[in-house]
Nanobody, 116 residues
Framework: QGQLVESGGGLVQPGGSLRLSCAAS????????MLWYRRAPGKERELVAGITSSGIENYSEAVRGRFTISRDNAKNTVYLQMNSVKSEDTAVYFC??????????WGQGTQVTVSS
């Protein structure tokens, strides 16, 4: 298994933007699904966005039209561009590398706080 390290979290005002990054080690990245999840205080973890190895994107209804997931296979990195953020986007954001049945690992998470 490899490792994932998220970065880019922090404090942002409502309506602002933030870009999260997730850097992967190991050889599985370019052939794996990459996913972003979040866990808000007092809530279950939820899937936010995913991208296939070929670049097909998918989003939850909560973020569609505001967030964009992308990947750079040459850099083994996946990104989450967050625009027009809202207070309900406040959460710990996690990335996941998935290629069933043998590859499934998570990052440690990065905190995003939306507040004025």
């Amino acid at each position: 298994q490899g490792q994932l390290v998220e970065s880019g979290g922090g404090l942002v005002q409502p309506g602002g933007s933030l870009r999260l990054s997730c850097a992967a080690s190991g050889s599985a990245f370019s052939t794996s699904f990459m996913l972003w999840y979040r866990r808000a205080p007092g809530k279950e973890r939820e899937l936010v966005a995913g991208i296939t190895s070929s670049g097909i994107e998918n989003y939850s209804e909560a973020v569609r039209g505001r967030f964009t997931i992308s990947r750079d296979n040459a850099k083994n990195t996946v990104y989450l561009q967050m625009n027009s953020v809202k207070s309900e986007d406040t959460a710990v954001y996690f990335c996941r590398c998935l290629r069933p049945p043998t590859v499934d690992y998570w990052g440690q998470g990065t905190q995003v706080t939306v507040s004025s």
